[in-house]
């Protein structure tokens, strides 16, 4: 069974950087991709970031350029480099992991004031 727990979310005023973490277990890590949404009040999830197994990237439009999306295979966890954030930023933060179905962590709240 697949779990997803991230870490890292937390409160920063605009302009700083967070470091998002996500520890996977429970499956072949390397084979999937993986990647992060987030959901703000009263807005629908939405895409941020993902990576492919074999490393490729691709990012929302509203973040590129600030965030980094990356993986550690040897260690099974997801990152996401967050710099320059913006309030409109504030949001909670899911990663998932994509194989046959996709599965979902519990979030992590970040939380960026002006």
């Known amino acids: 069974q697949v779990q997803l727990v991230e870490s890292g979310g937390g409160l920063v005023q605009a302009g700083g950087s967070l470091r998002l973490s996500c520890a996977a277990s429970?499956?072949?890590?390397?084979?999937?991709?993986m990647g992060w949404f987030r959901q703000a009040p009263g807005k629908e999830r939405e895409f941020v970031a993902g990576?492919?197994?074999?490393?490729?990237?691709n990012y929302a439009d509203s973040v590129k350029g600030r965030f980094t999306i990356s993986r550690d295979n040897a260690k099974n966890t997801l990152y996401l480099q967050m710099n320059d954030l913006k309030p409109e930023d504030t949001a909670v933060y899911y990663c998932?992991?994509?194989?046959?179905?996709?599965?979902w962590g519990q979030g992590t709240q970040v939380t960026v004031s002006s």
């Open positions: 998932y992991l994509q194989s046959g179905e996709v599965h």
């Open positions: 429970g499956s072949s890590f390397s084979s999937y991709a």
């Open positions: 990576i492919s197994n074999s490393a490729n990237t």
